[in-house]
């Protein structure tokens, strides 16, 4: 299990890197090959994750970043058209606020 | 990610708010998992309540098992479950298949729980879920298309599509999930569910099918309320804010 480290605040491309490495070890290193994961990407549409792995992804980012990061909670914030539209840069974005 | 062993099984858990005084325990449907409260509704009971999710075997994150999907095999499991974290009693919930087990659950191990909240729970005895495996793959279906595909309904990817093939191969071909199915045909008119004493919620779709089925309990559970909600069977999706709410002020009342 990850273990939540304490980190110097992040830039947005840290971020984007971090986020790229854990929808890597959530989805497979062989998906992730075939894809061009960009801050554009949608978490659905274009990197087809179903919601038992965005809830992988989730724990993730509760575990590397711990309580100073309430992903799941802005999550349930938002409904399913929003759910469905979510890219990464969104998320990056939303991290980098709550560092 | 936690997955705990639980008899030498892996079992994928996820909890919120663990301090809380009172659990409040959360069981999904058929060929679903845990992210069906994960998002929404467990946050909103998270706010007074230790949550706990887990993921039914062979489903979500856990172990692949071949057989024991019978409610007796099934409530086993939970009860193991509980043993291992450690918890004594809990408010307990489940939707469709998982309504089934939270029934079972409160016939069987009525000390262990406090109050009872029924989503969605079909009759296996009903005409229109005798063929219950095709149901409940269309229920998954529809779980599927609603959440993961935007309102252009884009294809499922071919990643996902060969995730559900495998899922539906393994669970279709290599357990005993239709057959043990088949022999709860009967459950609704065991006298276990006239027994249940446990204050018990039923919620419903009013557009669902399985409506009747809510019914059916509401007269044979003493005391136990009918709520009915904008939807159809797949009500934790189309109104998990509600049902959230509706789940706390029950649990928390009393």
Not at chain 1, 15 to 29: A, H, N, R, S, Y
Not at chain 1, 49 to 76: C, N, P, Y
């Amino acid at each position: 299990m990850d273990a939540v480290v304490s980190t110097a605040k992040l830039n947005s491309n840290e971020i984007f890197d971090l986020m790229k490495q854990f929808i890597t070890e959530v989805i497979g290193e062989e998906f992730v090959e075939e894809m061009d994961i960009t801050m554009e990407s949608s978490f659905t549409k274009d990197l087809e994750m179903d919601s038992i792995e965005i809830v992988s992804f989730s724990e993730k980012i509760k575990a590397h970043f711990g309580e100073q990061i309430d992903f799941t909670g802005w999550l349930s914030n938002m409904d399913l058209d929003q759910l469905i539209n979510l890219n990464l840069g969104t998320i990056v974005n939303y991290i980098e606020e709550c560092q | 990610m936690p997955i705990i062993e639980v008899n030498n099984r892996g079992v994928h858990i996820q909890e919120l708010n663990k301090g809380a005084a009172e659990t409040v325990l959360l069981v999904h449907g058929m060929f679903s998992n845990l992210s069906i409260y994960y998002f929404n509704i467990a946050p909103i009971l998270a706010k007074h309540f230790h949550v706990v999710m887990y993921d039914l075997k062979s489903h979500g994150l856990s172990e692949r098992i071949e057989n024991g999907y019978d409610l007796n095999s099934m409530t086993d499991d939970l009860v193991n479950l509980l043993d291992s974290l450690g918890i004594d009693k809990v408010h307990l919930a489940g939707y469709s298949f998982g309504g089934l087990i939270a029934l079972k659950m409160a016939a069987r191990f009525p000390r262990k729980i406090k109050k009872l909240a029924v989503i969605e729970a079909p009759d296996p005895n009903d005409d229109k879920t005798r063929d219950i495996i095709d149901d409940y793959s269309r229920e998954f279906l529809e779980h599927y298309v609603t959440n993961f595909t935007d309102t252009t309904k884009v294809k499922m990817g071919k990643r996902q599509m060969e995730r559900n093939h495998r899922m539906y191969e393994y669970l279709f071909h290599e357990t005993s999930i239709k057959s043990d199915m088949i022999l709860e045909k009967e459950f609704f008119s065991a006298a276990e569910i006239s027994d249940i004493q446990q204050d018990t919620l039923l919620l419903y779709g009013a557009n669902s099918n399985c409506l009747g089925a809510g019914k059916k309990l509401k007269n044979k559970i003493r005391g136990a309320a009918l709520l009915e909600v904008n939807g159809d069977h797949n009500i934790p999706i189309q109104e998990p804010v509600s049902i959230g709410n509706i789940m706390e002020t029950f649990f928390n009342n009393g």
